[in-house]
C-alpha cells in the first residue's frame, strides 16, 4: 500500500509565498519520480512541476516557470513545491503524483501510478 499525502495549502495573498509537501508512506520515495498538478475550478487538470528520482532534472510548467520550485528529500520520503510571487490564477486544488521506477521526468500525468487526494491554495487579490 503506497499512499501519498500533500499538506501546506491555505489563503495566501496575491504576491506571496506558500510551500506545499507531499509524504510518500508505504514505499520509500527514491523509488519514484515525483510531480505536481493542479485543477482549478471549471478547469482541466494541469501539469505545474516534476522532478527525477535523483532530483537531478526538474521540469515546470510554462505557467509556473521561474516562480515555482520543485523539491525532494528521499530521507524524509517527501517533495516539497515552493510556490513564489503566487498570483489569484495560481487558485486551485494541488495534486501530488508518483510514478514507480521512472526513468526521467514526465508531464504526463497518465504515467502517474499514485495520487494524493490534493491540497487546496487559495489566492486572493
Known amino acids: 500500500q503506497v499512499d501519498v499525502v500533500e499538506s501546506g495549502g491555505g489563503l495566501v495573498q496575491a504576491g506571496g509565498s506558500l510551500d506545499l509537501s507531499c509524504l510518500i508512506s508505504g514505499r520509500a520515495s527514491k523509488d519514484y519520480a515525483m510531480a505536481w498538478y493542479r485543477r482549478a475550478p471549471g478547469s482541466e487538470r494541469e501539469f505545474v512541476a516534476a522532478?527525477?528520482?535523483?532530483?537531478?532534472?526538474?521540469g515546470y510548467g510554462d505557467s509556473v516557470k521561474g516562480r515555482f520550485t520543485i523539491s525532494r528529500d528521499d530521507a524524509r520520503d517527501t517533495v516539497y513545491l515552493h510556490m513564489n510571487y503566487l498570483r489569484p490564477e495560481d487558485t486551485a486544488v494541488y495534486y501530488c503524483a508518483a510514478k514507480f521506477l521512472a526513468v526521467g521526468w514526465t508531464s504526463n500525468s497518465r504515467e502517474y501510478h499514485y495520487w494524493g487526494q490534493g491540497t487546496r491554495v487559495t489566492v486572493s487579490s
Open positions: 522532478v527525477d528520482r535523483p532530483g537531478e532534472e526538474t
